[in-house]
């Protein structure tokens, strides 16, 4: 059987075709049509230096690496890393930098990434700065000759914030900065980064790209063969890996990402709906909204709105929002997003409590916000989920 490689370049497939089959061939030992899951941690060698491509499981593993091509190939990236979560991932971008470097990053974005930055790599003399990117231009402000990154999520975490990609990247190629996205909310499926000008694209595959919350895991994706060999030096060098487990985990979940992704995004829009027209709720985000503020740029830059929408309470009382949480059946109050079940969380105490009071009001995180994100379940048993959470 002809290679599908061979038959059909990955960059003409279209992207159901590439979540089922980039990267990926049958077992050439059994015909397998699954990747084998390469349970081991050494290989034989013929002699010494005679091995067929593998030598050790922490520099490389045959079902890692059949995932890294899978995702790299769904980015139309030409280099992937999978890591053991996504904060590794990040930790291993952050690995590039030296002391004195300093960092741009959006200033609305996932707690875990804010504490990396602060907790872990400032004590190591890399300076951050948090700023307000749905205007790119803000950027220009903190840029200076020791800026070595830019670090940009969109959408947000938890505020649904657009930044624009493209804007961003102009600015980065013109002070010869890296620029890296977190596009683990939208997905590739929604959209793709390094189509857009960006350096550097990270996921956490836990959630959508994984999509059974049964993993957790990392990976970063580029085009420049030096940066490739960077990411996977430190990946080496640091160990931070995913295991053969993991990766068949999410190489089987990548396969229905395509499906699951439109679904979630369908009921996020009759979600975000229902809640606008709420008497309770105060404030909606979700950038599908023709008022959102980034609603043209993210019509511009992806190809749906997503699943993930938040929410605040008229009154802002953080009891209301432990009660409307307590409430809810359908719904699972729990850490995490993406998965075919529906989740609902309280970013001031779960994912952005490691961020400052002061600093989360600043992007809107207030006490009463909830995040939810979209499953795959009928959307009227969501709907009436929340109906019920909210009398």
Same mark, same amino acid.
Request: net charge negative; with cysteine; proline share 4%.
């Given at each position: ?8 370049g ?14 990926? %061939?049958?077992? %050439? ?14 290989y ?42 996504g904060?590794a ?12 470097d ?20 400032e ?10 990117? %749905? ?53 590739p ?10 350096d ?5 595959v836990?959630?959508?790209l994984g ?6 895991m ?24 995913t ?6 985990l ?23 709906n ?6 309770k ?5 979700w950038?599908g909204?023709?008022? &959102? ?16 929408i938040?929410?605040?309470?008229v009154?802002?009382?953080l ?53 939810? &994100? ?12 929340l109906?019920?959470?909210l009398?």
């Amino acid at each position: 059987m002809l290679p599908i490689h061979e038959f059909m370049g990955s960059e003409k497939m279209k992207f159901g075709t590439k979540a089922i089959h980039a990267g990926l %061939e049958p077992d %050439e030992a059994t015909g397998a049509i699954m990747t084998p899951i390469y349970q081991t941690s050494t290989y034989a060698q013929d002699g010494v230096g005679g091995h067929k491509g593998y030598e050790y499981s922490r520099s490389k593993n045959p079902t890692r690496s059949a995932l890294e091509n899978n995702i790299a190939a769904l980015e139309n990236g030409t280099h992937g890393a999978c890591f053991g979560s996504g904060l590794a991932a990040i930790d291993c971008v952050l690995k590039m930098l030296n002391p004195g470097d300093e960092v741009i990053s959006t200033n609305d974005l996932y707690g875990g990434t804010y504490r990396i930055f602060k907790t872990i790599f400032e004590k190591y003399g890399i300076k951050f700065h948090f700023v307000g990117m %749905e205007n790119a231009d803000n950027i220009e402000d903190y840029i200076n000759e020791n800026t070595k990154l830019i670090w940009v999520e969109t959408p947000t975490n938890p505020m649904m914030n657009i930044i624009d990609i493209k804007a961003c990247a102009k600015i980065a190629k013109r002070h010869k900065i890296l620029l890296a996205v977190d596009n683990t909310f939208a997905t590739p499926y929604l959209q793709k980064p390094l189509d857009l000008g960006a350096d550097i694209v990270m996921h956490s595959v836990t959630k959508y790209l994984g999509g059974h919350s049964d993993l957790v895991m990392g990976a970063l994706v580029c085009k420049d063969d030096q940066l490739g060999k960077e990411i996977h030096r430190i990946q080496n060098s640091s160990g931070a890996i995913t295991t053969p487990m993991d990766s068949f985990l999410a190489l089987r979940g990548i396969k229905t990402l395509h499906l699951r992704m439109q679904r979630h995004c369908e009921n996020g829009e009759i979600i975000a709906n229902f809640l606008k027209s709420h008497p309770k709720v105060d404030k909606v985000y979700w950038p599908g909204f023709e008022n &959102s503020p980034g609603h043209e740029v993210a019509k511009s830059q992806m190809e749906g709105f997503g699943g993930m929408i938040s929410f605040s309470l008229v009154g802002d009382k953080l009891e209301e929002a432990h009660e409307v949480l307590k409430k809810l059946k359908i719904f699972t109050l729990a850490e995490s997003l993406g998965g075919v079940e529906s989740l609902a969380g309280h970013p001031v105490t779960m994912t952005h409590a490691s961020i400052p009071k002061e600093e989360r009001e600043k992007t809107g995180v207030v006490d009463s916000l909830i995040r939810l &994100s979209a499953g795959i379940e009928d959307v009227d048993d969501l709907i009436n989920d929340l109906k019920q959470a909210l009398k």
